[in-house]
């Protein structure tokens, strides 16, 4: 039974072989890389040359190089123009279980075919370079015993071509193998991060409305409407930046303003902010919506449990090759166990992106300050914004 494996490297096959196309037209992209292969093969032809020649000087020492060329560089040129056909029939008999007696009795008939014009040049060329021991042979004479004094370097040549064709077929295979099991976690590990991403919406928009509600309740106009104005602002930059896991981090300040105009609508004169942003960070990449969940921890854990007022600290820093990113607060720090009683879903969205986009590239952690507070820290390698990643 014939096997016809689709190969993924050009020296081996072409979609016209692995269909079944008439054999020229399957050879004919190997026969383009003919000069190649005689450049190939000049090689050891030289090597035997020079190996002839050093030999024959022992006995004649008028025997030039020239002739000893003569004698072995067609030979070894023959076998660039058989390459093709022995990669095109090792391609399409293959020495597989269950197939390997025909492929192999087709392999030996054709080392047989091949061999008879290979000794025949070499009988040619043998005579017309002086060799005494062919001038008054004819070649039917000699054809059976040169059939059998190449016999072996024209088995270990053609089995050498078919060892290489499998192996460089089965590394194309396991490339190509590799390829798509990239592309695979690739897109699992995009689909998994719009899914984190797209959490963050509906998490942020509840909370907001709830904002609102208790401001409506208080029969607070102005600041209704000053929170539903800044949540359709929000709105609007969310939807301009979906489907871009990546953006500057001064476009994600800008959206974190947004959200703390809210805020300091919502706590009024008892929600604080101080900023710490050395310019350079900001045309570094950061994921998107990164700083909001850590700003709105800050905030329910640092302010919304305690009736005064409240400070959070926005930092950002180059050290290095690495970006730093820090929200403070002066809260009274987390209880043991805030993360399981709470929830936490923006905090545990953030790590699950950062492990998705960075793998172990990155560095987060959230602690109590000594000095009272929480500080949640982010350290990110550091990579400008390119017009092609804002354009995504």
């Not at 969940?293 to 007022?309: D, F, M, Q, T, Y």
């Amino acid at each position: 039974m014939e096997s016809t494996s689709r190969v993924a490297s050009p020296l081996l096959s072409s979609p016209a072989a692995t269909l079944g196309v008439s054999a020229p037209a399957a050879l004919l992209p190997l026969a383009h890389r003919l000069p190649m292969l005689m450049l190939v093969y000049a090689v050891p032809g030289v090597i035997a040359a020079l190996h002839t020649w050093v030999y024959a000087q022992a006995k004649d020492p008028t025997y030039s190089f020239t002739r000893a060329l003569l004698v072995q560089l067609p030979p070894w040129q023959y076998w660039a123009f058989a390459t093709p056909v022995v990669l095109g029939l090792g391609r399409r008999f293959r020495l597989e279980r269950g197939v390997w007696p025909r492929a192999l009795a087709v392999h030996v008939a054709a080392l047989a075919v091949l061999m008879v014009p290979y000794v025949t040049l070499i009988y040619f060329v043998s005579r017309t370079a002086g060799e005494k021991w062919l001038a008054e042979t004819s070649l039917g004479q000699m054809l059976p015993l040169m059939m059998a004094k190449h016999v072996i370097t024209s088995l270990l040549i053609y089995g050498t071509l078919v060892a290489i064709g499998y192996a460089v077929e089965y590394h194309g295979r396991y490339r190509e193998g590799a390829l798509a099991q990239s592309q695979l976690e690739t897109r699992l590990a995009h689909a998994q991060l719009d899914v984190l991403r797209a959490q963050l919406h509906p998490h942020f928009l509840f909370n907001t409305l709830n904002a609102i509600s208790v401001l409506v309740r208080k029969q607070d106009t102005a600041g209704s409407i000053r929170m539903l104005t800044g949540v359709s602002e929000l709105l609007r930059m969310t939807l301009n930046s979906t489907g871009r896991q990546w953006v500057p981090l001064q476009e994600d300040l800008d959206f974190l303003e947004r959200y703390l105009d809210i805020e300091q609508t919502r706590f009024q004169d008892r929600l604080q902010v101080v900023r710490a942003i050395d310019p350079v960070t900001l045309g570094a990449l950061v994921p998107s919506l990164i700083l909001q969940p850590l700003v709105e921890n800050a905030i329910k854990h640092g302010l919304a449990v305690r009736s005064g007022s409240g400070c959070v600290e926005l930092r950002a820093s180059r050290e290095g090759t690495r970006l730093v990113l820090e929200v403070l607060d002066d809260g009274p720090g987390l209880a043991p166990g805030w993360e399981r009683q709470d929830g936490g879903i923006g905090v545990a969205n953030v790590r699950a992106r950062l492990h998705q986009l960075y793998g172990d590239r990155h560095v987060f952690s959230l602690e109590n300050r000594p000095e009272g507070g929480v500080r949640a820290r982010l350290e990110l390698p550091f990579q400008a914004a390119s017009s092609e990643v804002l354009g995504a």
